[in-house]
C-alpha cells in the first residue's frame, strides 16, 4: 500500500483550518445527572502540582444571611427570568461534570489539527512553529505524542484545580443560590454542593488556559466557551457572581504552575534538527547493526518526535526503568518467524481483522489513540455516575500514563530504531499508512495498555473489558501491516509497567480512603 501524497494532506489541511467549528462525534450522549457522591473529603487528597489544597488561597466569602450575598441571589433571580433560548441550550450544553465536555473540547482541538505538515514546492519540509502558530504549516501538529500531552496537561490541571475548590467548599460550606431562594429554578440534579468557589468556574478558566497553550489559533474559541460556560453557571441557579471570582481565581493560578512546568519539561527540543537525528540513527547501527529508513516521497529529513523520550514523565522516575529488552536481530529465527505471520496475514485479510484494523487505526484527522481511551474513559464515568471530581481524578491518572507511556514508547522507538516490516519484508503491502518513525515498540500497544490498567483500577469490575480492547488495539497494527507482532507484544507490556507507577501513585493520595 503506497503512502498517501503528502501535497493532499497539505491541502485537507488547508481547508480544515478554515473554521473553528468542532464537529467531532464521540460516544457520549448525556444530560445533568445524580453524582454517586460528592466526596466531602476531596479537599484533602493529594493534588498532582501543587502540595495541597489550600496552597492556592481565596477570600473567606460572604455570609448567606448578609446583603451583599443576597444581592447577589436576586441578580441571579433576575438573570434567570430573562433568560433566553441560546442561554437556555448553553446552560443544557455544560451541565454538572463539565470535566466531560472540556475533554470533548480538547478531542475535537485534537482531531483538527491531527494534519501532518506536507513537503514545501521544492520538496524541503517546514516544521509548525508555535511562535508563529499560522503557518504554514500551522502549528500544531497534533500527532499522539502531542496529544497525549495536551490531555496531560488539561486533565491533572482540573484535577488539581477541583481539589482546591473542594477544599474551600467545605472549610466554608456556603449555599448555592437555589437552596437559599426556592424562587430560583435548578436546572441540574441537586447534588448539594457548597456552591463557593465555584467547580465549573474553575474548568472553565484552566481549561481555556491550558488548551490555549496547546491550540494557540483557537484562543477566540476557547474564550467564548469560557464565557458561555461562566454563563450557564448563574443560569442553571448553581452560583452567584462572587462564587464564579474565587473559581477563576483557582483556575487562574493552576493553569500557570501546570504552564510553567509544560515551559521546561522538554517538549520544545522534540522534534530535532536532522544532524542530531542522524546521530541517534548512527548509535542505534553502532549498537545492534540495523536502521529504520523512512519510505515516503520525498523523503521526510526528521522522523516524528526523536527527542520525546526525553521529555519529563509524570510518575515513572526514569525513562530507562521501563525501556523494554532488545528486538529479535533481522535474520534471526525469531525475526523470520515474525516475517511468515505477517506474510499470513496479509495474504489472509479477513473481515474481522480489517474491522479491527479500521476501529482502531486512529490516524490523521482523528482524535488519535490517547483521545480513543479519554472517549473510552468518558462512557465509564457516566455508566458510575461519577462526580466532576471524581472524573477529573480518572482522566488524570489516565493521562498521566498515557502520556508516560509515550515518553516510554518513543524512548524505545528512537534507541532501537528498528526498521518496520514494509521496510524488510520484499514486495510487502499494508492496509494502514505507515508512520513516520521507527517500529519498536508499537505506540497504539503502550497508549491503550496504559490506559487500560489504569481504568481497570478506577473500575475493576470493568476490567477484563480494557484488557480486551487493549489487546485488540495492540494486533490492529499487526493486522494493519505496520508493526511485528513483538512490536505489539512488547508495547503492551511497556504499558502496563508504565501505568503501575501511575496507579501507586493514585492510591495513595487519599481518594480511596
Request: aromatic residues 12%.
Amino acid at each position: 500500500m503506497k503512502i498517501l501524497q503528502l501535497t493532499i494532506l497539505t491541502l485537507i489541511a488547508a481547508v480544515t483550518m478554515t473554521s473553528c467549528t468542532m464537529d467531532l462525534e464521540t460516544n457520549l450522549e448525556y444530560e445533568s445527572y445524580e453524582f454517586s457522591g460528592i466526596d466531602q473529603d476531596a479537599g484533602s487528597w493529594k493534588p498532582i502540582l501543587i502540595p495541597s489544597g489550600s496552597d492556592i488561597s481565596v477570600d473567606e466569602p460572604t455570609a448567606e444571611n448578609s446583603q451583599e450575598f443576597l444581592a447577589e441571589v436576586e441578580t441571579v433571580k433576575s438573570k434567570i427570568k430573562s433568560m433566553s433560548n441560546d442561554e437556555r441550550k448553553n446552560v443544557d450544553y455544560w451541565t454538572n461534570n463539565a470535566v466531560l465536555r472540556w475533554n470533548e473540547v480538547a478531542l475535537g482541538l485534537i482531531a483538527k489539527y491531527n494534519l501532518i505538515p506536507g513537503p514545501n514546492v521544492d520538496e524541503s519540509y517546514s516544521l509548525p512553529d508555535p511562535a508563529n502558530p499560522a503557518g504554514p504549516p500551522v502549528f500544531p501538529f497534533a500527532h499522539p505524542p502531542y496529544a497525549s500531552r495536551a490531555l496531560a496537561y488539561l486533565s491533572v490541571a482540573q484535577y488539581d484545580g477541583l481539589i482546591s475548590a473542594w477544599h474551600y467548599k467545605f472549610e466554608f460550606n456556603r449555599p448555592a443560590p437555589y437552596q437559599v431562594d426556592a424562587e430560583i429554578p435548578h436546572a441540574y440534579f441537586s447534588n448539594n454542593l457548597p456552591s463557593y468557589p465555584s467547580e465549573g468556574a474553575v474548568l472553565a478558566t484552566v481549561s481555556r488556559k491550558i488548551l490555549t497553550a496547546m491550540f494557540p489559533l483557537e484562543a477566540d474559541y476557547l474564550q467564548r466557551l469560557e464565557k458561555e460556560h461562566l454563563e450557564s453557571l448563574i443560569l442553571a441557579g448553581e452560583n452567584v457572581p462572587s462564587d464564579l471570582i474565587a473559581g477563576k481565581k483557582i483556575g487562574e493560578e493552576i493553569a500557570g504552575i501546570a504552564l510553567a512546568r509544560a515551559s521546561t519539561d522538554g517538549m520544545k527540543n522534540a522534534q530535532a534538527p536532522k544532524a542530531v537525528s542522524d546521530s541517534l540513527r548512527k548509535a542505534a547501527f553502532d549498537r545492534f547493526g540495523w536502521q529504520w529508513e523512512n519510505l515516503e516521497s520525498p523523503v521526510r529529513p526528521v522522523g516524528l518526535m526523536p527527542f520525546f523520550g526525553k521529555v519529563k514523565m509524570w510518575s515513572v522516575p526514569n525513562v530507562e526503568a521501563t525501556r523494554p529488552g532488545i528486538p529479535p536481530a533481522p535474520g534471526s529465527e525469531a525475526f523470520q518467524k515474525d516475517v511468515r505471520i505477517l506474510k499470513d496475514y496479509a495474504d489472509n485479510v479477513t473481515q474481522e481483522r480489517r474491522r479491527i484494523a479500521n476501529f482502531w487505526q486512529d490516524g490523521l484527522g482523528t482524535y488519535t489513540p490517547p483521545g480513543h481511551w479519554n472517549d473510552i474513559a468518558g462512557e465509564f464515568i457516566l455508566k458510575y455516575k461519577l462526580n466532576s471530581i471524581r472524573t477529573a481524578r480518572a482522566f488524570a491518572y489516565m493521562n498521566m500514563a498515557i502520556m508516560d507511556g509515550g515518553i516510554s514508547c518513543w524512548d524505545a522507538k528512537y534507541y532501537y530504531y528498528y526498521p518496520r516490516p514494509i521496510q524488510m519484508i520484499k514486495d510487502f503491502e499494508t492496509i494502514a499508512g505507515t508512520p513516520n518513525f521507527p517500529a519498536y515498540t508499537s505506540g497504539h500497544s503502550v497508549f491503550s495498555s496504559a490506559a487500560a490498567e489504569v481504568l481497570t483500577y478506577l473500575f475493576p469490575q470493568e476490567g477484563s473489558k480494557f484488557q480486551k480492547w487493549a489487546e485488540e488495539a495492540a494486533i490492529s497494527r499487526v493486522y494493519g501491516g505496520i508493526h511485528w507482532t513483538f512490536d505489539a507484544k512488547e508495547g503492551t507490556k511497556q504499558g502496563k509497567n508504565v501505568a503501575k507507577y501511575s496507579i501507586d501513585r493514585a492510591m495513595i493520595d487519599g481518594a480511596d480512603r
